[in-house]
């Protein structure tokens, strides 16, 4: 006869378990909030408009860039290289999504939603598609910029995915496309940064000569083609994420 | 605008507290796609409006089409 | 003062999803929660009630809120959702190994 090795344990011992362990997630948690807040005890008020940086960037800014927004000339003159950093991130994460999830890939021909929604969205994506890139050029003179623009272009291949079937997705904007659309804004970053150390003498450095009049489209030196740029690169980028994940796999995967 | 403010901040944490507890994931990601809506109109409210933005394109729509697209594809195996 | 406590409720209550829950899924919605909750404080806190940061052609120069910070959360909106789309990649692709998605049921990791 076999005699079984573990025994199961009492109810109440079960239960003194689950009890002391959620006493002592409790005891951990408010520990932690606790010390978060006697962190903030030994903070003063907010100062960063009293060191100097912030105050440069808020008086001089519309001289040195030319731009009326001032989060744009930040993110994309005084620390254009971080953005380009951020590209990099983005890359990245699409590199791996379709290395991990791309086998034997096939369209699939989804019957996508109804008439109603096809016809209602074949009337809307041209005004979307519109509204994304006034959003991504207008980006030196209206909040937005090269990300945000870039994002709402990416939900366009999105609602074809969605509504019309990725067959349809897949003819239209094929991923060679995208890939071709991303690598084409990555190049057009790295080229103006290459231009400015040839004709400025500092990589990234904003091409003066470029500039008509303040308040205009054409003004603010690189800053127009570099959100550009941006915009087509992260907007391909998040769509090719997102049809690598719908797919499905026809082979057996082990 | 304290009062405005307040409510809002209440929601805030009412939506957060509701995403954690269900155990059913198509829940949690719906008080998600709220709490980011939340958080967009509290962005506004401090005159940030490039976040603001950058946070209803993001949060409020590709978020939640990701985590949709990949809740669709573990319990059954197909997907779309 | 007031922010200081809904950032910690925030955060806190993102921790406890992350450490506590079994599901997986439920660790990359508390990943986002602690994300969105730093963001917020650090948008709450530089906000000294000037007006949005962008120059008004033909106007007088204002008070303007502070733009270095609102430049620093933009970026990391975008990299909290390129990060989990690919946390989510890869449990998709462990779903696929092991048929399951709760972290201690996982046959396998424990040699």
Redesign the interface.
Known sequence: MEIPTETQPEPEVEILNKLMKKTLVSVVLAGAAFALYQSFALMPGYQGLNLGLSNYIIESGLKDTGSLNLITAVLYDYRAFDSLGESTVIFGAVSGIVLILSRKMLPVSSKGLSFIVKRTLGIMTPFIALFGLYIMSHGHLTPGGGFQGGVILAAISIIFSIVYGSAFDYRRYSPQTKTALETGGALTFLGLGLAGILMEGAFLQNLGFLTAETGTLISAGSIPYINIGVGFKVGAGLAIIFYSMIQKTFEEDF | MEVLEIILVIFLVFSALMTVRFDEELISIIFLSIFSLILTALYLLHKAADVALAEAVIGAGLNTAIFMSAISQIRHGDSD | M?N?F?F??????????L???T?L??NV??L??ME?AV??WV??????G????????GEEVTK????????L???G???G??????L??????L???SGT?DREKIEGLND
Do not use: R, W
């Open positions: 007031f200081n809904i910690i409720i925030l955060f806190m209550l993102g921790f406890y999803a450490v506590m829950k599901n899924i439920k919605i508390g986002n929660i969105a963001f917020f948008i709450s806190f530089s906000d000294i000037g007006e949005v940061s962008i120059h008004k052609l303007f809120n502070d733009p270095v910070p609102q430049a959360t933009l970026t909106i975008i990299i959702a390129s990060t989990a789309a690919l989510l990649t890869l449990i998709i692709e779903n696929k190994f998605i």
